[in-house]
Structures are given as structure tokens and as C-alpha cells.
């Protein structure tokens, strides 16, 4: 709540409402189980492997949702001398937050998928749409057609690798670079599957984050529900700028591919602006509601438990987890309001607003 009420441009850009689940479609398909058996054998500058598994991919929500399971046994020959290598892992996917399962040290990581905030993504712009743009953009040629248990797909050739791609599912993968080659191929398909809670359990091993701490699982989901609107708000702020960019340079006179001069960057930031302030606006005076409700609900709190009562609520309305207050007295009460009804007279200034300068000016200096 304190953060809430102190409305810096930055905690409020922060926590702006979450979008739907499009810009993660990942398949043409809702939901599918499917099966997969590994090979792979190679001699590369006289190191023999030779590997053998099998995978299980699970998805939901046309991909938002996906776990995939890999077991197998990477074997290798160095000077006579034979090495075994048991590769057991679940990498759990959902939205931008990564879960990623070592059996072997049975431990799991949870981790931020970085690549999404910067992809720009939108409904417009969902990751399959952008897997395919890079694919493109490194070179990825289709080169005909086959079928993986009698379903359909599409042959696409990228850097030493073929895959079979069915509506973005892929059943078939044959590599061959610098002397190792190794296939991945469905076995079994089941598509438009039922899912549940358990279809994506993992197992109960302890969850760390990047930097080895160990973390809460009682936490686990308020995590990723706050990490989850930073992600969506920079992604959308990337396609938002991709966009505004595009536009800008095109009522500047700068074709695709060429470098502006100074006075036409100029001309370009000044367009931007300009086209992103409706957006910037709408966005800022999307927390309007949770001060509003703050100064009401705080307002008519007495005590610490009614005090907190009224955070927990905001927390909900703005998926924030901020902590509860440790103490309420007539001064905090004071106090706590006078910021909240800065906040409230900020939004009448950000309504006023004709440019980015007035914005910033309608914020605190602190």
C-alpha cells in the first residue's frame, strides 16, 4: 500500500493491469500430450557419442502453459575410455516464468524467460509470430512437406537442422552438424487434450532462484503473478516503441535500413512522444480506482487489523504483494492519506497533461 500511495511514474508504469494470454500462443493447437523417442550418434575430432531417450511434451492454452520431459543416456568414447552421462530434466513453462527440474541434483530453478519482455509481443505479435520472424531472419527455408503419424507437417531447413512443423507443433527433428547427427520424432500424439493442476505438477524438490536462495512455495504463485505484469508491461512497452518507431521514421522521410540525421532523430523522439502519450496516460490513470479506494477504505480504518484489511485488498486490485503495516496510529493514518490524496491530485494534473514534460512535471520530485 505504501508503495501504492506514494504514485512515482515508475511504480505506476510497473503495475498496470495484465493482458490476456494471446501474445503467448505458441501452437494452432489448444492443449496435446505428445511423445518422443531420441537417438543421436556422431565421431567429432575423435570423441565417439552415441545417445539414446525419450521426451513428453505437455501444452495448454495453445502453449501458455507447457512442460517438457527429457530422460536419456548420453554415452562417450575418448581415448578408449567410455563415459555414461544420465540426463534427467523438466523444463516446466508458464507464460514468462520458467521452472526448470534437475533430477540428478534434485533441485528445481525458477527463473524469468528474459527473451519475452523483449520480444515486443502482443496479440499481434504472439510468440509463435515471432519464432517464425527470427527462423526467417536466420537464414530458416520451408523445403517441402511430410507426415509423423499421419499428420501433416511442413519441412523447414535452418542451419543443419530439418524440422517437421504441424499448425507449430513440431513432431520431427533431424540434425547433422560437424559430425553428429541425432533425430527427435513423435511416437505418440494426443491432441486437444484435458489438463488439470496434476498434469503440470512437478515433483516436491526445493525451488531456488538465480542466485541460490532458497524460496517459499506458499509464495511461489503471488511471484509469479507479480513478475508475470512486469514482463506483460515490458513487452508491451517494447511493441509499443517497435511500433511508434516505425511510424516516426516514416513521417520523418526515413526509409527502412537508413540512419537518420541528427535533426531527424530529433524529429523521431518528438513523434514518439507524441504518439505514445495517449497510451502513457491511460495507463498511469489506471491506478486512479486503488487510490480511490485507498483514501476510502483506509480512511475509515481504526485499527491495525482494518488497516490491513484494506492493504490486502489493494495488493489484490493491483497484483502487488506489498507487506502489511506493523503498527496504525492516528499520525501513520495521517500521514498515509496525505500521500494518497497526493496521488489522487497527480491523476487530475495527468489528465491535463499535453506532453511527456507535463507529466513528469504532474510527478513528486524526490
Request: net charge positive; proline share 2%; with cysteine.
Amino acid at each position: 500500500m505504501i508503495k501504492l500511495v506514494k504514485v512515482s511514474l515508475v511504480v505506476i508504469l510497473a503495475s498496470s493491469m495484465l493482458v490476456g494470454a494471446d501474445m503467448y500462443k505458441k501452437y494452432n493447437i489448444k492443449s496435446a500430450k505428445i511423445d518422443y523417442k531420441l537417438t543421436g550418434s556422431g565421431n567429432m575430432m575423435g570423441v565417439v557419442t552415441q545417445s539414446a531417450g525419450k521426451k513428453r511434451v505437455i501444452f495448454d492454452n495453445f502453449g501458455a502453459k507447457e512442460l517438457i520431459e527429457e530422460n536419456k543416456v548420453d554415452k562417450s568414447i575418448i581415448a578408449k575410455k567410455s563415459t555414461v552421462d544420465k540426463v534427467h530434466k523438466i523444463t516446466y513453462m508458464n507464460k514468462s516464468i520458467i521452472y526448470m527440474v534437475d533430477f540428478n541434483k534434485k533441485r528445481v530453478t525458477r527463473m524469468q524467460n528474459p527473451a519475452i519482455g523483449m520480444m515486443g509481443l502482443s496479440k499481434d505479435n504472439t510468440v509463435q509470430d515471432a519464432g517464425k520472424k527470427m527462423m526467417l531472419q536466420m537464414g530458416g527455408k520451408k523445403i517441402g512437406t511430410d507426415k509423423v503419424l499421419g499428420y501433416k507437417c511442413d519441412i523447414w531447413s535452418m542451419m543443419g537442422t530439418k524440422q517437421c512443423i504441424h499448425n507449430g507443433v513440431i513432431l520431427k527433428v533431424e540434425t547433422d552438424m560437424m559430425g553428429i547427427k541425432s533425430t527427435e520424432v513423435a511416437t505418440k500424439i494426443e491432441f486437444d487434450i484435458s489438463t488439470n493442476s496434476d498434469t503440470f505438477a512437478l515433483p516436491s524438490f526445493p525451488i531456488y532462484d538465480m542466485e541460490g536462495n532458497i524460496l517459499s512455495k506458499d509464495k511461489l504463485e503471488s511471484m509469479d503473478n507479480k513478475d508475470e505484469v512486469n514482463v506483460v508491461n515490458t513487452s508491451k512497452d517494447m511493441a509499443l516503441m517497435k511500433a511508434s518507431m516505425a511510424d516516426a521514421m516514416a513521417n520523418v522521410g526515413v526509409a527502412k535500413g537508413e540512419t537518420p540525421t541528427k535533426a531527424q532523430s530529433q524529429d523521431i523522439l518528438k513523434s514518439m512522444q507524441k504518439s505514445m502519450l495517449p497510451q502513457m496516460k491511460e495507463q498511469i490513470l489506471a491506478q486512479e480506482s486503488i487510490l480511490i479506494f485507498g483514501k476510502e477504505c483506509l480512511g475509515k480504518a481504526d485499527t491495525l487489523k482494518e488497516a490491513n484489511i484494506c492493504n490486502q485488498k489493494a495488493n489484490k486490485m493491483s497484483n502487488e504483494e506489498e507487506e502489511d503495516f506493523e503498527e496504525w496510529n492516528p499520525q501513520i493514518k495521517k500521514e498515509i492519506l496525505g500521500f494518497i490524496s497526493q496521488g489522487i491530485s497527480q491523476m487530475d494534473c495527468i489528465k491535463k497533461a499535453k506532453g511527456m514534460s507535463e507529466i513528469q512535471k504532474c510527478m513528486p520530485q524526490e
